[in-house]
T-cell receptor, first 114, second 114 residues
Framework: DAGVTQSPTHLIKTRGQQVTLRCSPK?????VSWYQQALGQGPQFIFQ???????QRGNFPDRFSGHQFPNYSSELNVNALLLGDSALYLC?????????????FGSGTRLTVV | RKEVEQDPGPFNVPEGATVAFNCTYS??????FFWYRQDCRKEPKLLMS???SGNEDGRFTAQLNRASQYISLLIRDSKLSDSATYLC???????????????FGDGTTLTVKP
């Protein structure tokens, strides 16, 4: 039973560039949430996708966008990268929005913006 | 003020000690609560859900006090392997406008020493 897979694991980008991160949810899960975790802080909610639509969004600018595909996988896109976007980006999957059983996280993509 | 607040610690305890972490949440509409464990440079992993009646899983006991809006985690007979950061999570009610959003605290760091 595959867990949540994220790619790539590490990424170095230059300020102003664009990046796409990918996530495949755990088998049987259909909801994907994305989080940003800066060093020493807890994960910050970016947005959640369910039924191929963005259902909830946290306090992140429009430079952060996403997509969910019919197979439930998801992408996170960040445009016009800033140094402050350097962080661990975590994908979390769950079944529906009934996350009463909690999330399963992927191992994350560590993004460094230079 | 953050929606979910935790004492960052660090808590340094000897093996065998009992340690308790508290967490407060500000959104009274929060419905589901969790504790996650995060090892250094790894993804968070669900430790346990938190119910109003309290719940126990081996050496771990979680409690929820809705009136005071706080959540606790008690670890008995600490092991070296319990060393990690413990993240408190409050999730919006299913039919709340924020349904789908889970808010993490910044975590409490525990180090168990021989």
């Amino acid at each position: 039973d595959a867990g949540v897979t994220q790619s790539p694991t590490h990424l170095i980008k230059t300020r102003g560039q664009q990046v796409t991160l990918r996530c495949s949810p755990k088998s049987g899960h259909d909801t994907v949430s994305w989080y940003q975790q800066a060093l020493g802080q807890g994960p910050q909610f970016i947005f959640q996708y369910y039924e191929e639509e963005e259902r909830q969004r946290g306090n992140f600018p429009d430079r952060f966008s996403g997509h969910q595909f019919p197979n439930y996988s998801s992408e996170l896109n960040v445009n016009a990268l800033l140094l402050g976007d350097s962080a661990l980006y975590l994908c979390a999957s769950s079944f529906g929005q009934l996350y009463i059983y909690g999330y399963t996280f992927g191992s994350g993509t560590r993004l460094t913006v230079v | 003020r953050k929606e979910v607040e935790q004492d960052p610690g660090p808590f340094n305890v000897p093996e065998g000690a009992t340690v308790a972490f508290n967490c407060t949440y500000s959104n009274s509409a929060s419905q589901s609560f969790f504790w996650y464990r995060q090892d250094c440079r790894k993804e968070p992993k669900l430790l346990m859900s938190v119910y109003s009646s309290g719940n126990e899983d081996g050496r771990f006991t979680a409690q929820l006090n809705r009136a005071s809006q706080y959540i606790s985690l008690l670890i008995r007979d600490s092991k070296l392997s319990d060393s990690a950061t413990y993240l408190c999570v409050a999730a919006a009610a299913l039919y709340n406008t924020n349904a789908g959003k889970s808010t993490f605290g910044d975590g409490t760091t525990l180090t168990v020493k021989p």
